[in-house]
């Protein structure tokens, strides 16, 4: 097991190096100016000159990635041509709340998919799990960012079962303000006991969560689905059917655990896959996340920040799998033995 | 003069030897190669046809080292038949057996499948669409057409029915090429293999005459292997010591399972001489005894 | 000798409903209701890039504007700039030298006075700086501040200095003690009714505003004691916003939901002209548009009433170079759209349907969907002509970089004076310059160069002769020249809840919202 | 993978489903590849006149911002849609599965450092590196094409280096290799044919996900541009419509869902027939 | 104890298995013999309703429950608690994430029996195995030990019959011996009755009292073990007797 540790964690490391290079490469492919962008539209050759050097623009491109290794290392990420902030800052000021999206839509997804799978597979090829399979095919086949706009013209603004936009009334803060801690409102508002926060934005959440979990749910339907008929035909399954156990019982006691490991991998993959799919939604939604920062930083060929965002969902995706793999040792002792 | 030998091959996947120093020589009237599964017998048979290349040690064919042979030669000379699968499965049998040949060969399909037992118009077929004794006979007669001196035969049959195993091995009987022979089924070795080799955990234990071996064995697991065998009409097979227990690590591998097993045990066997046969066993002549 | 004095004189005394001259609160009319409502701007960009008054440039002038004040602000209405900071002024020598009376008794929000020597120095920094539009203090030569209440400025050549000191932009007077310390947004140097409450970057709601209780033009019970900006990206969004009355101001909205806004109980319309249009420049010097009947055809080409009427109303057809309300506008050069024309200038100039196709490289801004329908338009309407218009959308500064390398054939891009005056248009973007940074027509004429170069001065000096350069000017850039097409000119369409009294949208300072002139409808 | 071919489908309405999604793809893919003669109008036709007029007979989607008939525009965007996918999935299946056989088959540090570099781009969602992507290239189709297919190789990387390792050690590869048939040519006769099943089920599974990303790619305004008729663009202008003029919004939207979830379906029942356990993405 | 009358397994409309008569009474071994695919496992697995999908005809009786017309409820009380059944794959038929000693207490629990540590070890140990094992995962142990904690369940859930298909044809053949030990004990020491699939005539003949031989669906030929064997009567059980080496 610590040997498997150390092997994973050193290709974790392996394929952090890959993405930093990479990133690296891809930003020096931007065309435009970074130093027109920071200096501003009008700005004079002088300025432009400083903006310039004050990026390191002028060295050769080895001393460049060299620095730029460097940099992260030490935590500098660089700064924002945009908003002038480090982009370290920006992105801890951002990823909260993509964080909190994605988080409570993975949670809804997983809440979701699970039993919707397991029914799926206790009736399948009847009729609910027919309508699973449809239903969860067009979950995955939707476009979020049309599904978003749906959602919030029929539920929030025609309907007004929920807020239209916002993370939280933003109001409240002054009759109850919010102590953060660890920048995750909804967190926060719980540890610290801050109720009309907490519901207000339990409430904001539902339609962006709702959206944000459409595709995971479905493919966790379907994985669910797909790995428990597997497990099911699988002999042990016919041991336990011969041992007296229920249909119902087979699958959620014995065949779920198994089955689950594909899904956790699936999760890993959804999860880093969902915070950019909230791109398109945080924008509907008005959710101050990662998605505005990044959208606004691509627009304004802000590298040092779209470098910083690639650079962090996919450590987060390099994690999440670190995390996942960890775990799937926990859900099935076969994976331990590797 | 025997056309393969393995001198003080250890052989592995990655970094893992699965087979330990084993010397071992393919003699004329067939070679026998027994032993429990995961021991590594399939492991040694990719040896000899040069699909592994050894850790350590050497293969020798003739008096070159197979590593450096002429390879064209080596592949006239040894073809193997291997358990299942081993044909294509989107390839028609005809263009499998086809592949053997040189372009100007291609006309001998039909005669190469009548050799084997087979009607030449399956050669349009797919395996799929062939039963299991067919597919091997198709086997069996890809790996005749370049004439080899040498078959590898890793368990030819026991993927099949009684029935027909009995129909391949007459088939084999009756060629006239020299054999290794893979297998789990004593009778099988002990009809077309005159001498046999047991491996247990990736080292030979005992190799002899097979009469010798099978009649009486001198090693602890040849003596168990031998009694375990059910026979028809006969008495209930017997199990020698505890069948499940793993190789030891260190010393003789087979001491965990050993009803016989005592203290010199812990030492590592070498092989030596006995009753006309090399034993890996600190107490052959018990054995020997006792079977 | 015999300086104009452009002032009104005095300390203004407006009436209480005019909301765009000076602070009228003061005298507060008792029994009005305390106002504790919180007024919510729906900004579709984020708030604050820059808190530095001298260098900031871009979208924080909507709250800047009202921190901060300058020594005049414009009056949209009377087309003249009217007294803030400064009571009043005159200017001497041709327009030269520039004398300013400042307010008394007014305070900084760090409690300091503001007087003629901070505002030097404010003034003074921003030059120095020379960041932003700090370019639109280029004429000032030197400052003066013989005593607590007088600023004089001498000038290099004659410039309007009033009309300069209205800018929205880098004409702040602040507090040069305390400037260094705004970058964290946590406070502010300025002088105006509102100073900051919080700033919380990249949030919903990134900024709000709180009252400044010493302000000099006092606060009156009904008036909004505290603004928050609640940054909202997409029209729709903010739409839904606004009808559920969670935020009161939408800066934009599309001509479909602003029809419906119309119409929307709870939802009041203002549509008001701005000092926007869309330049359409083509390359004069080298490609295909360097033959002048390319670019005349490329201008017959364009369907200007169907734009129009695309546009439902977020645009009126332009006439000449100069919209409306501001010095220079000439009526009667509304463009016309004549495809017959057009092919037949292109086949004289050897393109066209018979001919071998003609292939045009165009950029355009990323995200801008007016824009996106000018290409729409105008590509399908080239198809035509045998002529394929390659446009491709670029963010801002790539698209720019591309134009100084002179690497498109057509580049189009919005422009607006950044303090009310039209020399803008022709001192950037048509005189010529070795190194191109707006003059991106790339059009060298000596003649035109040095009719530009005296607007500064006819501006100060003499008005009537300048509308007749202006006029001259835009004739030969637009129809001699055919350097630039001007299909619109934009129309700001705000979006407020109805309960709000007051508004009036300034064009000399874009979406700004002026929060201390609105109060709650009765 | 014998096992998998011959593995017996599910019974009933899985088949079926599977069944109803190639029958929308043929209708999808035939209205698209005539649009042309289906269209009710001229692709393109601009007419300011008649813009955002609401569905009617005249127009059964109604028409967009600038006049063009909704219906048209749908039509003809499938075909971008349509050979947006066909490209990305040509491209990506080509070089991935090359690279992926190439790592099966001859494992050891060939296999390590291929594998290693396709966890890098694995590393980035498709659609983040498609974003970063389009900004260097600059939008287009092409851009798109290329961003997707940047992104998509990997994962038939994975795939077939997986099926390939597995058919590598197969006995009728090894006897091949004893009959003397070239490295080169056992991989291309033998090993490649072998492992191409998975990724013709994955092909099926992924043109719905390159569809949606296409669309999100230029629904974000880095795909397709004015004046190609492509759905996420379509989308995209329409968005701020949704309230007031829902038609121009709705129609391509709803030609994104059905034909993702049709490609979608039939990859489903495809993978349910040969092998449930493959991770979707 | 079990007792089959003119059973008929159609899958889809194809007839696998069909099984004139079959009878296992107490303390007894019947072996079922046959080539691949002719039906064996169909025949064993029907016995307990196992067989989904397919169509069962005839009269199967299973101790007093006649279990093609049963309901699940009733099904369910026979399967493991009176008769139990032991696979082929020994790792493959334990499910890989539960422990060997968990499974065996929510069998128990499931028939509403005792489940102490005590019970669970008393079944270990009439099988051999060390009780440590039951805190092992399936794929911790050998197959042996797969196989002999199958029968190990079924002493602890006190069957009274063991359903056994190809319960060895995954081992070796010194393993092999091993299982089948355990079996012949249990039938001696304790009067369980065996029913075994197997394709090993040898092996078959050292254990069963009664033989049937199946091919191609049908039984052609069933009787004592020793006279099936040593006068076989249909051509096809001498074939093969004929192919055993
Ligand atoms: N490709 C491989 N990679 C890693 N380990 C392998 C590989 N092939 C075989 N092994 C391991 O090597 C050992 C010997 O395997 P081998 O196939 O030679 O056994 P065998 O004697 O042929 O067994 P069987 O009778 O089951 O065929 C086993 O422990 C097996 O797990
Ligand atoms: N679920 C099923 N659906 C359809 N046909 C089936 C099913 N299960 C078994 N069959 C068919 O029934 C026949 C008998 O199968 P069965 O498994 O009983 O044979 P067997 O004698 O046990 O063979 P083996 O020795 O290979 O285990 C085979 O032809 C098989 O293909
Ligand atoms: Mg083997
Ligand atoms: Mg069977």
Redesign the interface.
Known sequence: MARYLIRRLGQALLVVAGVIVLTFVIMRLVPGDPAVAYAGPKATPEQLAQARERFGLDEPVWVQLGAYVRDLVTGDWGTSLRTRQPVLDDLALAFPASLELVGAALLLAIAVGVPVGVLAARYKTKFPDLGVRVTSMLAVSVPVFWLALALQTVFASNLGWFPVAGEYDDSLNTTSPLTLWTNITIVDALITGNWPIFTSTLRHLVLPALVVAAYPAGVIAQMVRATLIEEASQDHARLERALGFRETSILTRFALRPALNPVLSLIALVFAYAIVNGFLVEAVFNWPGLGRYAVDSIFSGDTPAIAGVTLLVALVYVLANLVVDLLQGVVDPRARAR | MTLLRAEDVTLGYGRTPVVHGVTLDLAEGGTGLIG??GSGKTTLA?AF???LTPMSGNIWYGTQNLRKAD??AF??D???V??????????RVGR?IA??LPRSGRHRVPELLEQVGLAPDLATRR??ELSGGQRQRV?IA?ALA?RPRLLILDEPTSAL???V??RI?DLLAGLDTERLLIT??L??V??LCRTSHVLFAGRVVESGPTADLLGRPAHPYTL??R??????????????GR??A?PAPSGCPFRLRCPLAAPQCERAPEPREVAGRRVACHRAEDVLAGS | AGGQVRGAGGTPQPTADDGTGAPTAAQAEPGGKENDATFVYAPNLDVVTDWDPASSYSNEIIAMSNIYEGLTRYNAETKKPEPRLATEWSSADDGKQWTFKLRQGVKFHTGAPMDAEAAKKAIERTIKKNAGAAYIWGAVDTIEAPDASTLKFSLKYAAPLDLVASSGYAAYIYDTEAVDAVADGKSDAGTGPYTIDSWRKGQETELTLKAFEDYWGGWKPEQYKKVAFRVTPEITTAWQLLKRGEVNFVQRLNPQLFQQAGSTEGVQASQTPSFQNLLVLFNTESGPTKDVRVRQALQYAIDYDGLVSALKGSGQKASGLVPPGLLGHVFGMEPVHDLSMAQELMTSAGYGPDNPELKLTMTYAQGDDDQKLFVTLLSSALKKLNVTLQARPMAWNAQWDLGKKKGQDVFVMYWYPDYADPYSWFLNVFRSSDKPEFNLSYLKDAGIDAAIDGLPRLTATDPFAAEMAYDKLQKQIVNDKAAVAVPYVQTYQRALTAGVQGYKDNPAYPNVVFFYDLKPAA | ??AL??RRALPGSVDRLALAGAALIVLVVLAALLAPWIAPYPADEVDPVNALLPPSGAHWFGTDQVGRDVLTRVLYGGRTSLSIAVAVLAVSAAVGVTLGVVAGYAGGWVRDVIMRVTDVFLAFPALLLSLTLAVVLQPSVTTVVVAIAVTWWPWYARLSAATAASIAN???V????????PAPLVVV??VL??SLTPVLVQLSLDAGGVILTAAALSYLGLGAQEPVAEWGLMVQQGQTLFTTNWWVVTFPGLAILVTAFAFNVLGEGLRGALDPRRIVK | MIEVRDLQVAYGGRVVARVPELDLRAGECVAVVG??GSGKSTTLLSLLGLTEGADVSGHVRVCGVDVLTATPRELRAIRGARVALVMQSPQAALSPTTRLGVLMRRALRLHGLPSGERVLAEAAEAVMLDPGILRRYPHEI????AQRFAIALAIALGAEAILADEPTSAL???????V??VL?RLREERGLALLLVS?????V???ADRVLVMRDGTVVESGPA?EV??RPAHPYTR???????
């Open positions: 429990e599964s990719r046809l040069g699909l390879r064209k592949r006239a040894v073809q193997p291997f358990q299942a699968e081993s044909l294509d499965p989107r390839m499998s592949e053997a395996p799929h086997v890809r370049v029915d009684v029935t195993q009995a091995l789990h089924n009778a099988v002990e009809r168990a292997l009694d375990a065998v059910p026979k028809l009409g006969g008495p209930p097979p017997v199990a020698r069948a499940e793993r | 993978m014998t071919v011959t197969r006995p009728y090894d006897a091949a290799r004893c009959l003397g048939v006769r033998h044919p072998n | 080539e691949s050998s197959g042996g030990q070796d053949v010194t393993v092999q011996a091993e089948v030990g012949r394709h090993d005539l040898a092996l003949s050292t254990i020793a064997l040593s074939e093969l007797l004929e192919a055993l080496p």
